[in-house]
């Protein structure tokens, strides 16, 4: 047999391996109200009236660049326990429709700069990962990106050349990883919005220990802004000084001496924090215990125990 012949069949053969994304990964494919389970998922970019794709409890180490593009009515990817550890840069390419990115309870440990660039989602999910390093410019120009969910992995620092145009997030959960530092200004650079309803950061369950004036900065509206269970020793008076407008603010379970006055009387409507702990002896602010469901960051219940 002619030796070019069989170096042709063995790229020709390279390349069909290469493009596939998945092996012996089954989908659930919804087609507008149709529900399709997809047993060859190397076709799913067939898949032009897909309009939600899913895989629970699935195989799937690597996304490939281009594993998801050219489905023109895809609104919503859920990949959920299967295994993912790496997201290739280019993972979802022309998906004019997408709405929603859920790449949860995985073992990421990387968010690479150009996996989800320029993306239209609204919200973006990486719950329950492994993420320890979030590179420099990965949520690039998400301008239409409201929810930011990252709770439940591994950070231990954030920086805010993290954003780059992208500005207008509302809902922004870090609770349970390792946080010991983040940047100054950080929340003003992703956080800007001068009206946001139903606002949340969440930074609980970390190891947080002084909030100075400059991290909470150009934050002007602020629903839920959750510090409790850090290891917090102190915040400055002026940390807030930024908020025009805010709920609830949740200091409970740290290492706070005292609580500075101009917090617990300033623009919080309610200030949660541990008894005996307030700057003063015969004065308090009305106390209660409260529990925030976030396993649907989306539908926040504040209930009052």
């Given at each position: 047999m002619n030796i070019n012949f069989l170096l042709l069949l063995l790229v020709g053969n390279l390349i069909y391996v290469s493009g596939q994304c998945f092996d012996s990964v089954v989908f659930t494919v919804f087609r507008n109200d149709k529900k399709v389970i997809?047993?060859?998922?190397?076709?799913?970019?067939?898949?032009?009236?897909?309009?939600?794709?899913?895989?629970?409890?699935?195989?799937?180490?690597?996304?490939?660049?281009?594993?998801?593009?050219?489905?023109?009515?895809?609104?919503?990817?859920?990949?959920?326990?299967?295994?993912?550890?790496?997201?290739?840069?280019?993972?979802?390419?022309?998906?004019?429709?997408?709405?929603?990115?859920?790449?949860?309870?995985?073992?990421?440990?990387?968010?690479?700069?150009?996996?989800?660039?320029?993306?239209?989602?609204?919200?973006?999910?990486?719950?329950?990962?492994?993420?320890?390093?979030?590179?420099?410019?990965?949520?690039?120009?998400?301008?239409?990106?409201?929810?930011?969910?990252?709770?439940?992995?591994?950070?231990?620092?954030?920086?805010?050349?993290?954003?780059?145009?992208?500005?207008?997030?509302?809902?922004?959960?870090?609770?349970?990883?390792?946080?010991?530092?983040?940047?100054?200004?950080?929340?003003?650079?992703?956080f800007s919005s001068i009206d946001s309803p139903n606002s949340l950061i969440d930074l609980s369950a970390n190891y947080l220990s002084i909030i100075d004036k400059k991290l909470f900065k150009g934050v002007y509206y602020i629903e839920y802004l959750l510090l409790n269970d850090n290891n917090i020793t102190k915040i400055d008076p002026n940390a807030f000084i930024s908020v025009i407008k805010g709920n609830i603010l949740n200091l409970q379970a740290n290492n706070i001496e005292k609580v500075p006055n101009k917090i617990l009387y300033g623009k919080f409507e309610e200030v949660l924090y541990d008894e005996g702990k307030e700057d003063i002896s015969n004065e308090s602010i009305p106390l209660g215990n409260f529990s925030l469901d976030d396993s649907n960051i989306d539908s926040l219940v504040l209930t009052k125990m």
């Open positions: 997809l047993q060859r998922a190397d076709t799913v970019n067939d898949e032009k009236e897909a309009t939600e794709i899913y895989a629970n409890d699935q195989d799937i180490h690597t996304l490939q660049a281009g594993c998801f593009k050219d489905l023109p009515k895809l609104k919503y990817i859920a990949l959920t326990r299967s295994g993912i550890k790496n997201v290739e840069k280019s993972a979802f390419l022309k998906l004019p429709s997408i709405k929603s990115i859920a790449i949860t309870f995985n073992n990421i440990e990387t968010v690479y700069n150009g996996i989800f660039h320029s993306l239209g989602i609204t919200k973006l999910s990486l719950l329950g990962n492994k993420i320890s390093t979030i590179e420099e410019h990965s949520f690039y120009n998400l301008t239409y990106l409201e929810i930011l969910d990252l709770s439940y992995n591994n950070i231990y620092s954030l920086k805010s050349n993290i954003f780059y145009k992208t500005e207008n997030i509302r809902k922004i959960n870090l609770n349970n990883n390792k946080l010991y530092y983040i940047q100054d200004n950080f929340f003003s650079v992703c």
